[in-house]
């Protein structure tokens, strides 16, 4: 094969690849969509008298026996058939034929409200997950981080261009690093740069880093980022900077002088302004809305757990924070 034909040869072979994507989304999303009517055949079928107990067994047997090579239709998987038609009686929704049915049925066991698996649903296709890593973003509760950061967004943040709810998280779970209990700002910083992938899926995939101690010259005097990224959708720059104690006022000081550096020396004209995430240890959500309350900055505390939360730990805390805004528009009512 010579140089000159090769481009030719691979356009051809870009044509091969995408066809038998197209092939592959195409079939998914028609096995989904048979999985749905089987359930929903066996569910109205059920509701009468037509069918007794035994029936579900009795056609995975039928299938069977007239259909020995073919596989996935047994006892159990006719039931979360059944279950996946009760779940979503509408098959409707786009998203749900772009997942394929592995996904379905880890949202379906794990998930208890519709809002979760609706969440789930779009960040699966969205992120592209695969089911490994929908597992593990199940396990570490991103739908509870999600709501908690959602709902404690600073006023200040919600006035940005750029729709900042749903990005960031109220907690981000770095398990994956296998730090000590007693660690230096150096060791985290180091292991996050080490596990960048696994960091990565925690933030979310529009986040593309840019580099470690990431240099910012203001006069003659050097300043260092210690991480900076760019998220694709909301079109800004986000630096992190890590403290391993508890959350302080004075941490928003040095954060913010980074970011008025990078929206006059690095930010393009048609970027957003830059956001601050400030990752602590620990943090006061009461020292935090004093801290924040006069910010012009949009700037995110979180704080990062080397260990999975307890979901029922995040759903605790998720009420909690609720009951304490109803608590305190009860007092400025009266």
């Known amino acids: ?7 030719q040869f691979t356009e051809i072979l ?12 195409t079939s998914n999303q028609e096995l989904i969509k048979l999985y749905w009517s089987i359930g929903k055949y066996i569910s109205e079928r059920l509701k009468t008298t037509e069918w007794g107990q035994k029936a579900i067994e009795q056609l995975a047997a039928f299938i069977q026996t007239q259909e020995p090579g073919i596989k996935g239709f047994e006892k159990r998987n006719l039931e979360r058939m059944r279950q996946f038609y ?8 786009a998203l749900r034929t772009q997942l394929n049915w592995t996904h379905h049925r880890i949202i379906m066991s794990r998930c208890k409200t519709e809002a979760e698996r609706l969440f789930y649903i779009q960040l699966t296709a969205t992120e592209r997950y695969t089911t490994r890593e929908l597992e593990r973003q199940i396990n570490s509760g991103i739908f509870e981080r999600t709501l ?51 960091f990565i899926l925690e933030l979310g995939r529009d986040f593309s880093f840019m580099g470690q101690e990431y240099r910012l010259q203001v006069g003659n005097t050097d300043f260092f980022i210690d991480l900076l990224f760019y998220h694709r959708e909301l079109q ?26 990078l929206d006059r020396d690095v930010k393009k004209t048609h970027e957003n302004p830059s956001i601050g995430v400030l990752l602590c240890r620990d943090k006061d959500d009461e020292v935090i809305e004093y801290a924040l309350s006069r910010s012009l900055s949009p700037t995110i505390v ?3 757990e080397i260990k999975l939360i307890p979901k029922e ?22």
């Open 148 to 198: 908690l950061a959602d709902a404690k967004l600073p006023v200040a943040n919600q006035s940005q261009p750029q729709k900042l709810a749903g990005v960031f998280r109220d907690s981000y779970i770095l398990d994956f690093l296998n730090l000590p209990p007693s660690h230096s700002e150096n060791d985290l910083k180091t292991s996050l740069i080490l596990c960048l992938k696994d």
């Open 313 to 334: 730990t995040l759903r605790r805390k998720l009420n909690e924070f609720y009951e304490l805004l109803a608590a305190k528009e009860d007092i400025s009512q009266h």
């Open 14 to 25: 870009d044509l091969i690849r995408t066809a038998q994507n197209y092939v592959i989304a």
């Open 236 to 261: 800004s720059l986000v630096a992190f900077e890590l403290k391993i104690d508890k959350f302080k006022p004075e941490h928003l000081g040095q954060l913010e002088f980074y970011l008025e550096a």
């Open 302 to 304: 979180a704080e990062y």
């Open 86 to 93: 009760e779940t979503y009686p509408e098959i409707a929704s």
């Open 1 to 7: 094969m010579t140089d000159k034909l090769q481009p």
